[in-house]
């Protein structure tokens, strides 16, 4: 049961913020290469960007099989345990691809931008998690779990271009 894709399909505030800032579409599923996990296990395409990421559940299940992020210039990481941590994650840092060194401080200066161009973003944010259920935990934690996945349970995550049989980049850096 995907009840939390349902729930995004169904709420367009939430849709239209995952969408922007989160970069986050749900009619965006198809990966622009042919790819494949190192391990065999199961790859499904769910969501994509503008850019041409995709977002791939990893494994057999439901909304709660890890979260699999590739773009579309061959780089990749595990950046959520689910969907609904893949959501927060998109809710409380919209702008983890542009975070290099994943403190506060960075993320600070990133959401001052986002909210330059969009003074009502942390409202809009607010609406479209309660819309979901999902409560927002701390950005400081977010960013702390997201290099965590990203670096060491990633490591069992390998996205491999089938074509050649190389394996994508890690997205994020010990």
């Known amino acids: 049961m995907h009840a939390l894709i349902t729930a995004i399909a169904s709420h367009d505030e939430a849709a239209d913020f995952l969408a922007w800032p989160g970069d986050f579409d749900l009619d965006r599923s198809d990966h622009v290469e042919d790819v494949h996990l190192a391990s065999g296990a199961a790859l499904e395409g769910f969501a994509g960007d503008g850019a041409g990421g ?8 439901g909304e709660e099989r890890p979260v699999l992020y590739a773009d579309s210039e061959g780089g990749a990481a595990l950046i959520a345990i689910g969907l609904k941590e893949l ?3 998109l809710l409380v840092v919209p702008w983890w691809r542009d975070c290099r060194v994943f403190t506060a401080e960075e993320s600070g200066e990133l959401a001052a931008e986002y909210l330059e161009d969009t003074p009502d973003l942390i409202a809009q944010r607010d609406r479209a998690a309660a819309a ?3 409560d927002l935990p701390p950005e400081t934690d977010v960013l702390a779990r997201l290099h965590k996945l990203a670096t060491e349970a990633g490591k069992d995550f390998t996205l491999i271009f089938t074509p050649e049989g190389e394996p994508y980049n890690p997205l994020i850096k010990p």
């Not at 995709?54 to 299940?61: A, K, M």
């Open 54 to 61: 995709t977002y791939f559940f990893c494994g057999e299940g």
């Open 87 to 89: 959501l927060q994650l």
């Open 132 to 134: 979901l259920g999902i």
